[in-house]
């Protein structure tokens, strides 16, 4: 980011990840204005433009419960990103409305960083 600071950039879209505030925070402080995309930090007052993930996963868990599907399978990676908590709470929130309390069994959780992580837990 330095470097293009001392270009004289404009400005910023970003999609923050994990562990990114104090470089946004830095921004910030600076005046450099930037946009975040796909999530965001609650911490952090800034511009933001994401989806709707919470409702998006709550309709696509309701489509596939509608359809007849019970065992609904939800793969996250272990993060607290917004956006990966709010397509958790979706999920949740749309087997709750069906009085389903069985779900944590079908939620794999896994590291982004570790494939042999990632295809352990989902065979498991």
Do not use: W
């Amino acid at each position: 980011m330095k470097a293009l600071i001392n270009r004289q950039i404009d400005g910023f879209i970003i999609a923050p990840a994990e562990g990114t505030q104090a470089q946004l925070q830095y921004l910030k402080a600076s005046n450099i204005p930037f946009v975040l995309i796909d999530r965001y930090f609650e911490e952090i007052n800034s511009s933001y433009v994401i989806s709707d993930n919470l409702n998006a996963t709550f309709k696509a868990t309701k489509e596939l419960l509608r359809n007849g599907r019970k065992k609904i399978g939800f793969v996250r990676y272990k993060n607290e990103l917004q956006h990966t908590q709010d397509r958790y709470n979706g999920y949740v929130n749309a087997l709750k409305s069906e009085k389903r309390k069985d779900y944590e069994k079908y939620v794999c959780e896994v590291d982004y960083n570790d494939p042999e992580d990632f295809k352990y837990q989902v065979k498991k």
